[in-house]
């Protein structure tokens, strides 16, 4: 019989490594995660999640779709090094909640103000309150109807007929050697002389068939890519010390900022003596708008219309030039778009001809696209002109997922991915299809537009804060497609199989450019 001392004392060594082991095992042993949570990043002390932040930084926007679409409620914590915490949601309750329920305490902080203020100085995308309602009251004036009527019949519709198809028709005869043209910087010149035209009732001629180069458009090209990477900067304390010694990315800011505000300083003072020489002069500009409303302070201006030319340049720019990619690969939605303008067309004419006085001006032919309008939501979703978009949090919150947050931190909300959740779009997200967005109407034949909920679309934004020009970029935008559509096809340039890449600083672009050719229509297809 064994003596009950060395029973115990092997029962001991025989069952404790077991234990332990057993132990370490279950510390050890790689957590069982969702499917969903397994391909989110992990997140370490002090370094937070910056090593895959910084291995995905040259794919931010697509990375954080990931994150997203694998996040269960579509949003995710990212944690930047030495701790600060950033909300990155996709999920239109919680957008609704910063936008709208809760808008008071999700300003753009001090934070951002403290990124794009260089550049944009107290102009209404920089500042919160009073500042902000201030200017958005003064502004919205010029976006009233009888305002957007004139700026489709003058401005919008000048630059079409005597610059862009022009361009266009030259380009499909071959002038000028291969006809290979950048379609993306067509229309951002396109875009740039527009809103030099609303902003400071300036054209700087940007759009010529010789392509000019612009120093103003230049600069500013160079202002908001800086500006942009200032906002996306993984260490923060980077481009601040290159600021302090005023040397590389930010003394190139610094260089650029100055000329566009020259630019408009020299504008602003010719603008002022014409108004003190005529002060019935019919302005239209939100420029003269400002001055006329005794507001006439250089600074205060200045910040103002480098805003709103900001706001104007590279957003419908961006919009049309993914809207012509998806659409020229996409030759069904292309006919249903020709075959809505020619209609429209007819329409119209008839009632020129008939003169009821129920159409016939540009404005209500742009109106009644219906299609075109949905095309152009369909490829702002997959395309947004600007992917993502952050406030502050003024005080602690917890967001109707549940996440807290604490004052001071960033929550972004990312029209990019959400474009891409299958949760909000269904399972065929990844189709370019016009049609989810409109309805057929059996009794009339034709289509109507069903709006989505603008907290589950945010590409524009949404509550107080909507974007001012959101009817105008429309009106502006279907002009150009009816004008172009109508007389020309729009034919990449590219190799088969090519995928174009989505790039963005503040506002998106298609990498390395969009080359196409031109060809003309014959006039009955
Ligand atoms: C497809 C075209 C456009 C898109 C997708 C777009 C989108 C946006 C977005 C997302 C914002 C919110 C930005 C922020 O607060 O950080 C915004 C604000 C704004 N947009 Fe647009 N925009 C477009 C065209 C335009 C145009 C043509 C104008 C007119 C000049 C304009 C004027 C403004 C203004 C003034 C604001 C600031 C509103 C405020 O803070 O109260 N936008 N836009």
Not at 226 to 231: D, F, L, V
């Amino acid at each position: 019989m064994v003596p009950l001392p060395s029973f115990l004392a092997s029962t001991f060594f025989l069952i404790f490594p077991l234990i332990f082991s057993v132990v370490i095992f279950l510390i050890l042993r790689p957590k069982r995660k969702s499917i969903e949570t397994r391909k989110l990043p992990r997140s370490y002390p002090l370094l937070g999640t910056y090593l895959a932040a910084s291995a995905n930084k040259h794919r931010r926007n697509q990375w954080f779709t990931e994150l997203l679409q694998n996040s269960p409620s579509s949003t995710f914590v990212i944690k930047h090094l030495l701790g600060p915490r950033q909300i990155l949601t996709g999920n239109p309750a919680v957008v609704q909640h910063i936008l709208k329920s809760n808008f008071p305490n999700f300003g753009k902080g001090d934070a951002f103000r403290v990124n794009v203020t260089d550049f944009l100085g107290d102009g209404i995308f920089a500042v919160d309150g009073q500042a902000w309602k201030f200017q958005r009251q003064v502004a919205s004036h010029e976006f009233n109807a009888k305002s957007l009527r004139k700026f489709v019949e003058t401005v919008v519709d000048a630059e079409l007929h005597a610059r862009l198809i022009p361009i266009l028709a030259g380009a499909a005869a071959g002038d000028g050697g291969s006809g290979l043209l950048d379609f993306q910087d067509i229309l951002q010149r396109f875009a740039f002389d527009n809103i030099c035209k609303i902003a400071f009732g300036y054209d700087p001629a940007y759009l010529l068939p010789s392509l000019p180069e612009s120093k103003l458009a230049v600069a500013f090209d160079a202002a908001t890519k800086i500006t942009g990477e200032r906002s996306m900067s993984l260490i923060p304390l980077m481009w601040k010390i290159k600021k302090f010694f005023n040397v590389g990315s930010q003394r190139e800011l610094a260089e650029a900022v100055a000329v566009v505000r020259e630019f408009a300083l020299t504008v602003i003072r010719e603008k002022k003596k014409e108004l003190a020489e005529n002060s019935s002069l019919d302005s239209v500009d939100l420029l003269s708008r400002f001055l006329s409303s005794g507001h006439s302070d250089d600074k205060f201006v200045t910040d103002i219309v480098i805003s709103f030319v900001l706001a104007g340049r590279d957003t419908t720019s961006a919009a049309l030039t993914w809207f012509f990619w998806l659409v020229s690969t996409h030759p069904r939605v292309e006919r249903e778009i020709l075959s809505e303008i020619i209609s429209s067309e007819k329409k119209s004419s008839a009632a020129e001809e008939g003169g009821t006085g129920g159409g016939g001006s540009v404005y209500e032919e742009v109106k009644e696209m219906v299609y075109t309008h949905a095309a152009l939501c369909e490829s702002m979703r997959l395309y947004p002109p600007v992917p993502s978009d952050s406030k502050h949090a003024a005080n602690d919150d917890v967001l109707p997922n549940g996440t807290a947050v604490k004052k001071g931190e960033r929550v972004t909300y990312h029209p990019y991915a959400m474009g891409r959740l299958e949760v909000i779009w269904g399972k065929d997200w990844p189709e370019y299809r016009p049609e989810r967005w409109l309805k057929w109407d059996e009794a009339a034949k034709k289509w109507s537009f069903v709006a989505r909920d603008p907290y589950s679309y945010p590409v524009f934004q949404a509550g107080p804060r909507i974007c001012l020009g959101k009817e105008m970029a429309f009106l502006q935008m279907k002009r150009v497609v009816a004008g172009v559509v109508r007389r020309f096809r729009v034919v990449p340039a590219v190799d088969e199989g090519f995928n174009p890449v989505f790039l963005s600083y503040l506002t998106a672009k298609m990498k390395g450019g969009f080359p196409v050719k031109i060809h003309e229509r014959s006039i009955n297809c």
